[in-house]
Structure formats: structure tokens, C-alpha cells
């Protein structure tokens, strides 16, 4: 049975407070195993990230090996079912289109005091990709994360992505070529973090590491950041969708099971203001459940994690309900979106009206999938094209323009106890620059 | 003798490696005392807040006065000095004129498809700002860190600030009344941290915590990333200088010093193309280093940390170490900066020509004064109005529009095992919405 709520019944805030506190994830604590392989790829570099990939990935390769080569990319690629090229090659361009949009503009301007003043971007210099293997490997997936690097103007993009057995998706391979991917490397976990954050003798080091992984390659992440960037640590998939009951509810019932199907710890949510509608849902729910490949996967996901919320008016009592949930997927599942979208304030991602179910931008639509999950859109983004990028900012004083701003920050400078501070500004009033 | 590098000489590059990979800092172990400490904030809330203040700051409070009054405010700012108030007021507009052209656009189209795609900022909903206690209690890093945040958009913005012997920086009190700030508290350490990401029965959560602070601060900081979002850790401070024999040397050499005095582990960088100009800058140094307050302390940083190094040609050579160092702040002491500021890609924030000393970025040219250290800003940048927004993307098909891009997305979902997320795209095409 899954969780249903009412606003109307008198303990539906304890309630959903509860419901906003569970957790839905065991973190693993493999933090000091994880450590110890980073420290040795660190020293060690090649020797070690080929012994740790023996271990693992029941692969042996040399330095030679480590890197795919373009002849084998083209070997894998070239197998590739057409019509599945073609579909990534629109959805690789839809998503370069969109990212196109996000490149930000500096600005300079010289102020009334004659102080020129400015804000730059620039891309990073390299950028590593983690791309899971196995099951999880997916091609959607080093679009999203490549594409916006690529737009960012990054110099070199690298992938990993580990090959257990000697198995890589050829998919992913094409994606990779698709995106502009330099550089592709088969090796995956924590020893393949090692390799991108301190480079190894074959593979030269990155500044951002984006991607997902599983708990060894979050803990990895986590521990190089400060040498390295990194994007989000992603928890599991969530969606909440806002739907009245003009719609199909077969058609809300698929979208709620395409999240549940992720994983056991996604979340599927339904908010509506009508409870034959919610029961119409939860059948036609019931009825694919059966149908579906993951199917198990799904029912344990729904049952555990899912929820059924009521409300009396979805204008006036759901944009809150929804900002406290910040779902990493929203649909506004209605015939005018527009009024909730005005709205609502927290979500990663925002799908409006009847015809657009979250998967769509899983692949083609063009914004990123990669999005903020457990909350965490009150606060972050989804990956872009300034994840890949960083602003400098510039100050020009000219003799006149430093006069003019220079006897309030001496004066600051010398009440915060920084007399040098303040004697680097003075000096330059009394004395001639040579 | 401070650390000299030629880049002529056959060892430079490996004394050069060497030199960008020494630390400057040993991360003291608090991570359990931290842990603790916020496991209690989390569960006790204002009690486990009051007894942490009384231990550490001995300090007695209760729930009515854990938040500074307006009274209080007043009082003090009362007593502030009339120039000193306006030198901060002149500080608030110029970084706050500064912030305003940071405000991002989002956007929204219709595509080719018919396909409605957007991008639309919005500000997290509450903001706290650690301000350290002590002589590290700097107004103007109250400016630095509200008031982005007020030009964001963020409905409550939230000071903590330790009171040890319930003292309070009068300066503090009143940056935080003219950034905009909304409530302050007289706590800090872990336990401040703990009570604006969990909150308690008195202190509202918040969503994105910002501010410097000591190794516990930054610890709690880091633990309770996830909650809530964070700003970088900042590690100690650094200016490279790159500086031509046409400045002042008294001039350079306070610059440096400016740097130094902040903290042992600091690090000031001279880069010049004239050995004899180097030697005049280290005299004018030794001349000032006795003069200063701070002199012992920026003796060692300069000793431990600093660097001089020599190259052939400014405009040549300068660039690419500039980038491999990726300096918090870079001073281009030339008389034409612009062809060096061209050729450089990575720093927190650029100083332009022989008038702009650092420290007036410390306090009133506008932008931020947070910024990347440990050449962090390879991909990271200085605190800014976006560091309390976030991004929502936005999609709408029609039913035309979904018919579409609906083959390619459904195709690729079933490639990746993703059934129902294909199902829910198909569903669409066959059936009506109701």
C-alpha cells in the first residue's frame, strides 16, 4: 500500500514532515578503502590503476591498453543499429542547442569614480567524465555530461568508463565520439577518480570531475574535491507530479512507475485534488505494474518511497507542498501550467501540461538531465554549461580613479587591524609610481 | 631568504612542481568532535546550542537572547565613529552596484519542433552567514557575504556570529544592518552551523550556508553539505604579482605584504623579468616587514611561502605560470595590462596596472573579496549573487510537438532497458488525454 496524505486531516503536517524526513538511501562507509586506492594511484599512477582494474574488472591491460583507441571506437560504432544512431545524433544536437543558450556573457564598465570594473568567464581547462558500466553504462547519460563541457569551450574532455570482463557499451562509445569526447579511458571506480584528479604517467590530470557512480565512486569525488572540482553527488531519481483529474491516469500512472523503475530508493509522488481520480491512477498503476520488465524494482519503489497527496485546491495548495518536496522532476500535469509554474519556486526540473512526461527530457528535449535529488534543488542545479565554467573578476584603478575610492578602504582596512592593507593604498597617493 | 626560481635555469621546472605542490596548512582532525556536536544541535536544538556557547564562549544565554536585538544593534552602531560608518556605507553601495549587474537572465523559446524550452533563476529561500569572532571578525566580510545574497533575492538572510565573553564587533553589527541582514545570533563554532542547517525551536534552518571560519566551522560546514548548500571551503590566502622594473618597489613589496599579513600561511608570488628590480622590491620589504604590526607574522609567510621568480619575458612567459599557480589574486603591475589579462585564464580576481593594489578589492571596488585559494580558481570562482540562486529548466510539448521528438526519446529510452520511461512517451501518441 502505498502512502497517502490528506491536507484537510488533522495531522497531515506531522505527517508530512515525516514523509519530507525519510531516508531513502544506506550510504555505504567505504570512505577508507576508497582513500587508500586514491593514495596509491596517486603515488603509483599506471601500476596501480592497472592492478585495481585487474581486481575489479577482471581486465588486464598495460599502459597501452588503458586508453580505447579511435579504431576500436570506430569498430563499435560501426555495428550500431541506425535508426538507435540516429536517434542520439538528434538528441545530442537538441541538447547542444539548449546548452548553447546558457553560455554566460562577462560585462566591464568604468564607474563614476573612474574604476573600471568587470566579470569574466572562462572555460576550465579539462574535464573528466564517470561513466558507470554494466547496466547502469548509459548513453543519455555522456551526452549530458559532455555536451555542456564541450559548449563551456573546455579544452580536453575525458572519459572513463570501467569495462568489466572487457565489455564497454558500444552506445556509449558513440555518444562519446558524438560529443566531442577527446580522450576515453577504460577503467572505472575509485582507482579511475585517482587517475583524473592526480593524472598518472598514460593519463594527464583534469580540473572537474563530473559524473556518476556508485558509493566507491562518490566517496571518491567526494575526497578529491578541493584538488579537483566535482558536480553533485547524486542521490536517487524523484518525481512529484501536480495532476487534476482530466488526465489520463494511465498516463500519470506510467510517468510515477518511469522513475520507480530507476532504482528501489526512487520516489514517485502524485498530488491532486481528487480522490476518485488518485484511486484511477493507483489502478491503471497496479495494472502496468505487472507488465513492466522491472517491474519488481518498480512495486518496491512505489511502495516504499511513493505517496498519494490531497489537496482542495491544486493553485493555492500545492506550489508549497512542492517547494518543501524541491523534486528533482516536476510535472504540472494540467491544462494551464503556466499559473503553478509562477508559482512554485524549488524543483530541478519542470515538465508542463498533459503532453510532456518527465522522460522526455531524460533524452531529447535539450535541458540537462543531471539534476538535484533529496531535497537539495532548494539550493542547487542541474548540470550546465557553468558547472564547466568560472567567473574572474577584474578592478582597474587608474592614479585618479584610486584617489577618488581609496579613504574609506584605507580607513576599513586600518579599523579591521590590516595596516598593510591599508598602507598598500596609501602609499600609492604620496609616493610616484617609480 | 624567500624561495628564488629562474625559469632559465635547467631545475625550474621541477623546484617549479615542487613549489605548487607544497602545503601550507595541516587540517587539524575535528571531524568527530564536530560530528558530535552536531548531532546534538540536531536533537536538543536551543539547549545543545546554549550549553556549547557557555563551554566555548563562556557566555550564558537563553532562548530570548541566543538573537541580537535591534536595540542592541542600535546601541552599538551608535557609538561607531561618523567616518568609519560612512567609509563601510561607501563600501555597501559600491559592492552592492558591483552585485547588481550579476543578476542572470533566464530565458525561454520555442523551438523548431514546437517545443517550449526555458531556463528561469530564482533565489534560495534563506541564507545564513558565518562571521568568525575575535580579531577575525571583519565587517567588511559581512558586506562580502549578505549582501550577494540581498541582491539575489533571498527572503531571509541570517547572521551567526560568536560572542566570546559576549563581545561583539560593533562594525560587524553594523555591516550586517546595512547589507540587509535579518536576524543575528551571538553563537558560532559547529554548533552555529549545526543550528542553521537543522535549525532549532528559536533559529529557523536555512537553505545555503556561507562565511569563513576556523577548522571546526569548516568541518561542520562540510558535514552538513547536503542539508543544505555551502560556499568553498577557503584555504589561506595568496597573491601572484606580476610586475615590470618601471613600478615602484616600496609599492610591490607592501602588496606582498599585504598578503603576508593575514596569516603565516599565506603566500605572496613576485613574477618580474628584472633581477635587479627583484632585489630592490626584497630590500623595501625588509625596510617595511620591521615597521609593520604584523610583522613577525608576515616575516613568516613571506619566509615559509612567498616566492620570487624570474623570467625572460613578461608577456611570454608569465601567462602559463600564472595559470599553473591559478592565484586567488593577480596583480598585472605593467603599464599596459590588458595583453597580459588576454593571455590568463585562471585567478580569483585580477588587479589591473600599477594603481590597483589588492587591498582595494578588499574592501570597495565592488567585487567579492571570497575567492578561490590553493588554485582552486582552475574551476572555481569568488562568492557572487548566483551562489544564492539556482536554475530550473523548463519544458512543454504540445501534442504536435511531443509527435515530434517522441521516436528518437522512446528509442533510445528501450536501448538503455528504460521501459516505462519509453512507455510513457508512446502512451501519448496512441491514446487521448482523457
Not at 548513453?139 to 555536451?147: E, F, Q, T, Y
Request: negative net charge; hydrophobic residues 45%.
Amino acid at each position: 500500500m502505498v502512502l497517502r496524505l490528506d491536507t484537510r486531516s488533522g495531522d497531515f503536517e506531522a505527517a508530512f514532515r515525516e514523509f519530507l524526513g525519510g531516508k531513502r538511501e544506506a550510504s555505504a562507509d567505504v570512505g577508507e578503502t576508497v582513500s587508500a586506492i586514491l593514495e596509491d594511484v596517486r603515488s603509483r599512477g599506471d601500476e596501480a590503476v592497472i592492478e585495481y582494474t585487474r581486481r575489479f574488472d577482471r581486465l588486464e591491460l598495460t599502459p597501452d591498453t588503458l586508453r580505447v583507441s579511435a579504431a576500436e571506437i570506430d569498430e563499435a560504432v560501426s555495428k550500431i543499429d541506425r535508426d538507435l544512431y540516429d536517434a542520439l545524433a538528434v538528441a545530442a544536437d537538441r541538447i547542444g542547442a539548449f546548452h548553447g543558450r546558457q553560455l554566460p556573457e562577462g560585462f566591464c564598465y568604468t564607474d563614476n569614480a573612474g574604476v573600471r570594473l568587470g566579470q569574466r568567464w572562462t572555460p576550465v581547462s579539462a574535464a573528466g567524465l564517470y561513466v558507470p558500466g554494466g547496466t547502469a553504462s548509459y548513453p543519455s547519460s555522456v551526452l549530458m555530461n559532455a555536451i555542456p563541457a564541450r559548449v563551456a569551450g573546455v579544452g580536453r574532455v575525458v572519459m572513463v568508463v570501467p569495462s568489466p570482463d572487457g565489455v564497454i557499451n558500444p552506445l556509449v562509445l558513440l555518444a562519446a565520439r558524438m560529443a566531442g569526447v577527446d580522450e576515453v579511458y577504460r577503467i572505472g571506480g575509485a582507482q579511475a577518480v585517482g587517475a583524473l584528479a592526480y593524472g598518472t604517467q598514460t593519463i594527464a590530470p583534469v580540473d572537474k570531475i563530473v559524473g556518476p557512480g556508485n558509493a566507491w565512486v562518490a566517496a571518491a569525488k567526494r575526497q578529491v574535491f578541493g584538488t579537483v572540482g566535482i558536480d553533485m553527488i547524486a542521490g536517487p531519481s524523484e518525481i512529484l507530479i501536480v495532476a487534476d483529474r482530466l488526465n489520463n491516469p494511465d498516463w500519470i500512472a506510467i510517468d510515477l512507475l518511469s522513475q520507480a523503475e530507476h532504482d528501489e530508493a526512487a520516489q514517485s509522488i502524485l498530488i491532486t485534488d481528487d480522490a476518485a481520480f488518485a484511486a484511477e491512477v493507483e489502478k491503471a498503476l497496479e495494472a502496468r505494474l505487472g507488465l513492466l520488465t522491472r517491474g519488481d524494482m518498480a512495486r518496491r519503489s512505489w511502495e516504499r518511497h511513493g505517496a498519494i497527496i490531497l489537496v482542495e485546491d491544486l493553485l493555492r495548495d500545492a506550489p508549497s507542498l512542492v517547494d518543501r518536496v524541491a523534486p528533482e522532476h516536476l510535472e504540472l500535469a494540467v491544462a494551464e501550467p503556466d499559473a503553478l509554474l509562477e508559482r512554485v519556486h524549488h524543483a530541478g526540473a519542470i515538465f508542463l501540461g498533459r503532453y510532456t512526461p518527465e522522460a522526455i527530457g531524460d533524452y531529447i528535449a535539450g535541458p540537462n538531465h543531471v539534476l538535484p535529488t533529496s531535497r537539495t534543488a532548494r539550493f542547487s542545479s542541474g548540470l550546465g554549461v557553468l558547472d564547466f565554467m568560472k567567473r574572474t573578476t577584474i578592478v582597474g584603478c587608474s592614479a585618479d580613479a584610486l584617489k577618488c575610492i581609496a579613504a574609506p578602504a584605507a580607513r576599513l582596512a586600518h579599523a579591521e587591524g590590516l595596516q598593510a592593507h591599508g598602507l598598500s593604498i596609501e602609499t600609492r597617493l604620496d609616493d610616484s609610481a617609480r
